[in-house]
């Protein structure tokens, strides 16, 4: 059915392209709208449509379900007031059809257009599948190997004429896969080299590779600069193990894969306090880096090639940074709670589009100095929502120290953290928040501090969540925790000394788990540390 946005939430008219005098000219573009908790586009705080995915001319969907806005303007370059004489490809028309929404105007053969002024219509619809992506006009992926092609035959296409002056434009869409292909080995994988070895984050690539940045270490010489080098682990379970292959000094903090086949990376040179985001295409070449002068730099990958990243900024402050596809900034906030000192542990993006920051809070002044786990969230236009400091549990002394964070697409956040007791001993735990920051639930085994931490941590998309913890003895095992925060069961899947990392959750519900052991899991240990990676079934079972 066909549902309709007030008029007076019309978006605000952008100002015309240049066009010649006495001509008409036709703009075309195309982004994501941010849905609310009905399936609806969201409202920003002036009344217009949210947006996850500003438009543009070329879009990629990359996730599904999505809403697509499809955003038409018809600028009068004359000198002289005329008339929207005929309409041709109008995305109202063309998209409404099948269940959508428009905001502002709407664009009607006989409209005034007044002389340099802009008729502008907006048209939201909702995009299930790819199926559905491509009946609405758009490209499947593989057939746009260039994001700026735009054939004469593909697309979407809209003419427009004014008075005796025509404009025609287009806009691409580019119809990425359902779901990504999870991978098909089983067990683990082990590599390293002859120094110690510990990977820096972990990636499911959409071809059903798995990707892991990797920190080396020299084994001739321990106190040489450490390398960087990526790992990945091919869909029937070989291990590509190049050696390091950074100059020495430049090693990986992060790595995310898109949806697109790009991953971006974040380079930090040993002893520099700067990283370096750096954005490679699915051929190889770089696309962008950026080095904004900040440091520990965590980002997340966001609908439509978006970027998230938080990072420390010496104010010393955690600035929350969006890019787009392309690495032009979206918008900037900054998180600050002066005077203490406010560091990133880690970002993510729901499908809602809002932005999960966790990370702690460093007060040098406090005797003795101690830190406090924070967990904030901003809506898909940047706008601080809201923050919350995790209290200390009763018994608690020292620092609080986060670990990981998952967000489910709902906007149900998982935080895991650990703090150290005046009994004696660590209490590691996880606790889950809704999307107001309300805690929902908290999940520790024991006061007596079962396990020394919990540093993995991911959302199911069968609901609940996967956990990696360490146990006193230097054992790993996973632990799945429902949406209502139960333990349903406990797995031993490494022996010690073994300690996890990463979890990663595939859309069949499989579990990826890595870090690093002494152990000889999968082969004979290279050196010292070597890296690990461990593939599990929705049971549990490797």
């Known amino acids: 059915m066909i549902r309709a946005l007030a008029a007076a939430l019309a978006l ?70 005329g008339r929207l004489r005929s309409l041709d490809g109008d995305p109202s028309a ?32 909702p995009v299930p599948s790819q199926a559905a992506c491509i009946a609405l006009g758009g490209d499947r992926d593989e057939a746009m190997a260039a994001p700026a092609c735009r054939s004469a035959g593909g697309g979407l296409r809209m003419l427009a004429t004014v008075g005796g002056a025509r404009g025609e434009c287009r806009a691409r869409v580019r119809c990425g896969p359902d779901a990504a292909v999870p991978p098909t080995w089983k067990g683990a994988r082990q590599f390293g080299w002859a120094g110690g070895d510990a990977p820096m984050g972990m990636a499911l690539h959409p071809a ?4 892991l940045p990797v920190w080396a270490s020299d084994g001739a010489d321990p106190s040489a600069p450490p390398r960087g080098a990526i790992v990945e682990v091919r869909p029937d379970g070989a291990v590509a193990a190049a050696a390091p292959t950074t100059p020495a000094g430049f090693t990986y903090r992060a790595l ?3 949806a697109t086949g790009a991953t971006v990376r974040v380079e930090n040179r040993w002893g520099d306090f700067g990283d370096v985001v750096r954005r490679i295409g699915r051929d190889g070449a770089e696309v962008w880096s950026r080095a904004e002068g900040t440091a520990e730099v965590r980002l997340a990958a966001g609908p439509g090639g978006t970027l998230v990243t938080a990072a420390y900024e010496f104010g010393p402050d955690v600035l929350v940074t969006k890019y787009t596809a392309t690495g032009e900034v979206v918008w900037r906030t900054r998180l600050a709670t002066p005077p203490l000192d406010d560091r990133p542990q880690a970002v993510a993006v729901d499908g809602l589009g809002a932005v999960w920051v966790l990370g702690y809070r460093y007060d040098h002044a406090a005797p003795p100095p101690a830190s406090q786990v924070f967990l904030a969230r901003l ?26 964070l998952a967000v489910t697409r709902d906007g149900i956040a998982a935080v895991a953290w650990s703090e150290h007791l005046a009994t004696g001993g660590p ?20 006061l007596a501090g079962r396990y020394l931490s919990v540093n993995g941590l991911a959302a199911d998309p069968r609901g609940g969540f996967w956990a990696s913890a360490t146990t006193p003895s230097w054992e790993l095992e996973v632990v799945r925790v429902t949406s209502s925060g139960e333990e349903l069961w406990t797995r031993r899947v490494a022996p010690s000394p073994t300690q996890g990392a990463f979890v990663a959750v595939d859309g069949a519900g499989n579990a990826y788990v890595s870090g690093m052991t ?11 540390w070597d890296v690990f990676v461990v593939r599990l079934g929705p049971d549990g079972v490797p």
């Open 256 to 258: 995310v894969a898109e």
């Open 379 to 404: 809506d898909a236009g940047g706008t601080l929502l809201w923050t919350r400091t995790l209290p200390s549990l009763p018994g608690g002394v020292g620092d609080d120290l986060p670990a990981a």
């Open 94 to 125: 063309l998209l409404l059809p099948a269940g959508g929404w428009w905001a502002g105007a709407h664009l009607s053969p006989g409209d005034a257009v007044p002389a340099g002024g802009v008729l502008e219509e907006t048209v939201v619809v």
């Open 427 to 446: 209490r590691a735990g996880i606790a889950a928040f809704d999307a107001d920051g309300a805690p929902i639930w908290t999940w520790s085994p024991t």
């Open 518 to 528: 002494l152990a000889n899991l999968a082969a004979a240990c290279a050196g010292s």
């Open 12 to 81: 605000a008219a952008s100002v015309p392209s240049p066009a010649a005098a006495g001509g008409v000219r036709c703009e075309l573009d195309v982004g994501l709208a941010a849905p609310d908790r009905r399936g609806a586009p969201a409202l920003s705080g002036d009344g217009g449509i949210l947006m996850i995915v500003p438009p543009s001319p070329v879009l990629h969907v990359d996730g599904y379900p999505a809403l697509l806005t499809v955003r038409a303007r018809v600028a009068n370059g004359g000198s002289a007031e």
């Open 208 to 211: 059903g590779s798995l990707l």
